[in-house]
């Protein structure tokens, strides 16, 4: 059982906690931001029966344990916030207006094969819109597409692997396009195998440069409501990386409250129909 008292968080530990967490996942926490993070981190404490949040800090800094509780707590810390069909207006410049220019710019390359990369997917919904968009977009006899899908967390790439969602994840399904991709069960649906079959999930935290360069070349990057949470230096280096990953005109697309204003100016600011998004031109 745990004990309702509050443990305490020095000013001097959540400053050591913060910035643990923005070392290793780019999450920035402010100064003002100390209840929330004690609010969150006070199980994790208690289920290791520490007295206080040092002896907690000290166990993720030194524990032989210290990689997977580093994981758990980012895991508490971060938002995993999702649903399907997030944004119709951008994701309709994607299916209507995107992927027709892409097609065309493949066939004028002798290839078939379009990547999408899904940068901070959560528990998969975004990563699946974009498969079922493809499909309803009928292109498929022409091209294949490949999404590939990331996250910092192994808890929603468990999830997303496994494909079941429950009703906050349809908030803004049609009926129409639960009954074609998933597969109605007790408690909720699963996607059906001919969307997950578009779909790779993998591990990757964004700030790692090292490990991007086992990264293919993209054609779209969605990365949206992730660098939202992360400071200035952090989201200039996870969109510099987007920029060396994508293709010559290739496209970044970020969720709607996010923009590259004082970010990055390498990207061409793109005016469609349905949205506005960035592509990256090379003159
Ligand atoms: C709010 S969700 C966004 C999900 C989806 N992109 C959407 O817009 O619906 C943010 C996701 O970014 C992930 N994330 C946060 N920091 C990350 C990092 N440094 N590397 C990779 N993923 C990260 C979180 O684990 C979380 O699942």
């Known amino acids: 059982m745990f004990n309702d008292e509050p443990i305490e968080l020095s000013d001097e530990i959540f400053k050591l906690l913060k910035d643990l967490i923005y070392k290793s996942s780019g999450v920035w926490f402010d100064e003002n931001s100390k209840d ?5 981190l ?17 166990f993720l800094r030194y524990d032989r344990e210290k990689d997977a509780e580093l994981a758990s707590l980012l895991d508490i810390v971060t938002n995993h916030e999702t649903y399907f069909f997030r944004e119709m207006p951008q994701l309709k410049a994607f299916s209507e207006e995107i992927l027709p220019e892409i097609i065309d710019i493949k066939k004028k390359e002798g290839s078939k094969d379009i990547k999408i990369w899904s940068a901070g997917c959560s528990t998969g919904e975004e990563a699946y819109t ?20 990331t996250d910092i967390s192994h808890r929603v790439l468990h999830s ?4 079941f969602y429950q009703k906050h994840s349809f908030r803004t399904t049609d009926s129409e396009m639960i009954a074609k991709y998933f597969i109605q069960e007790e408690n909720g649906c699963k996607i059906s195998d001919k969307v997950k079959e578009k779909v790779n999930f993998g591990y990757f935290n964004l700030l790692d440069s090292d490990k991007s360069a086992f990264i293919n070349r993209m054609d779209v990057i969605f990365c949206r409501n992730v660098i939202i949470y992360f400071d200035m230096p952090a989201k200039k280096k996870v969109i510099e990386m987007f920029y060396e990953k994508l293709s010559n005109l290739g496209f970044l697309l970020l969720g709607h409250s996010e923009s590259l204003i004082n970010i990055s100016t390498a990207f061409t600011l793109r005016h469609f129909k349905n949205d506005m998004v960035y592509q990256k031109i090379v003159k």
């Open 160 to 163: 997303a692997r496994k494909g």
């Open 36 to 40: 929330i993070l004690r609010m969150r």
């Open 42 to 58: 006070t199980n994790s404490v208690q289920r290791h029966q520490f007295k206080s949040f040092k002896d907690y800090y000290y």
């Open 130 to 149: 974009i498969a079922m968009l493809f499909l309803e977009s009928k292109m498929f006899n022409n091209v294949n597409i490949e999404v590939f899908a």
